[in-house]
C-alpha cells in the first residue's frame, strides 16, 4: 500500500494515555496528534524519534495529524493497526501465506466463534473454507527476531480457542503474523510476557491451526509485505 498523500515527517515529543501523541513537525510547530494503536508500543516511544504522519481535514476527526511510522533499531516501522488486514490480502494475492492465493473467494468481517468476527474468510471451491485471523506485529528485542505479543493479551488467547474450533468443525484455520517491519528474519511467541498466550497458541498448533509470519518492508512511501519468514515455534510452519 502506498500512503496518498504522502506523510509528513517529524519527531517524537512523547505518547500518551495510548492514544495521543505530541511532536515537533520539521518546521518547528508543534502538534499533539491521534495513534492508532492502543497497545504497549514497546521500544518505539523514545522521545527523539524519527516519526511520519498522515493527516486529514475530515470534520470527523479530533486531530488532524495520525501517528503512522516510527523510526527504531535504525529500520522505519508501521504502528497503525488498522493497517494489518489491508496488508494481511496483500501478502495473500502475492503468494506469500502457503496456498491461500489459490481461494476464489475472500470475505472480510466475517462473523464466527462466540461474538467474534474473523478477518478474512477464504472460498469458494471444493476444499474447506479457509478462516485467517491477523495479528499486528512490530516488536523486536534481539536482532533479527519478531515476537508477539508484547503485552498480555486475552483477546488474542480466546482468537486461538475458537480457530481451534473451526479446524474441529471441519475447516481450515490459519493465525497470520504481519510484521510491519524489515529487520526481522524470524518470528517467535513472546512466552515471557504473556505465558497464557504461548500456551494458548501451542494448544492451537496441537488442534491443527496453521501459523504463518510475514514482513514487511516499511519507507516513508509506503509498506509492502516482502517475504515469509520462519516461525521459531515446535509444530509451526517452516518456510
Keep these: 500500500m502506498i500512503f496518498d498523500p504522502p506523510l509528513i515527517p517529524g519527531t517524537l515529543v ?9 511532536a515537533i513537525l520539521d518546521d518547528g510547530s508543534a502538534i499533539t496528534g491521534s495513534c492508532p494503536n492502543t497497545g504497549s508500543m514497546r521500544g518505539l516511544t523514545a522521545p527523539g524519534s524519527r516519526i511520519w504522519m498522515s493527516t486529514s481535514d475530515s470534520p470527523t476527526r479530533k486531530h488532524r ?19 494489518p488486514n489491508r496488508l494481511a490480502e496483500e501478502a495473500i494475492h502475492a503468494g506469500l501465506v502457503s496456498d491461500l492465493e489459490t481461494y476464489p473467494l475472500l470475505e472480510r468481517e466475517r462473523k464466527y466463534g462466540r461474538n467474534s468476527r474473523i478477518d478474512i474468510l477464504l472460498s469458494g471451491d471444493a476444499r474447506p473454507a479457509a478462516y485467517v485471523e491477523v495479528k499486528n506485529v512490530h516488536f523486536r528485542r534481539a536482532a533479527g527476531l ?32 504481519l510484521v510491519q517491519r524489515e529487520d526481522c528474519d524470524l518470528f517467535r511467541i513472546c512466552a515471557d510476557l504473556d505465558p497464557f498466550y504461548a500456551a494458548g497458541f501451542r494448544r492451537a498448533l496441537s488442534r491443527g491451526v496453521e501459523a504463518y509470519a510475514v514482513k514487511c518492508a516499511v519507507t516513508s512511501s509506503q509498506i509492502r509485505p516482502v517475504a515469509s ?9 517452516v518456510l
Design 229 to 237: 519468514i520462519a516461525m521459531d515455534e515446535p509444530g509451526a510452519a
Design 14 to 22: 512523547q505518547r500518551y494515555k495510548r492514544f495521543l501523541f505530541d
Design 65 to 83: 495529524y495520525r501517528l503512522e511510522l516510527v523510526e527504531a533499531d535504525d529500520t522505519v516501522v508501521g504502528i497503525n493497526t488498522g493497517l
Design 146 to 177: 519478531a515476537e508477539f505479543p508484547d503485552t498480555v493479551t486475552a483477546r488474542g488467547a480466546k482468537h486461538l480457542e475458537e480457530l481451534g474450533d473451526m479446524v474441529e468443525a471441519g475447516f481450515r484455520a490459519i493465525m497470520l503474523y
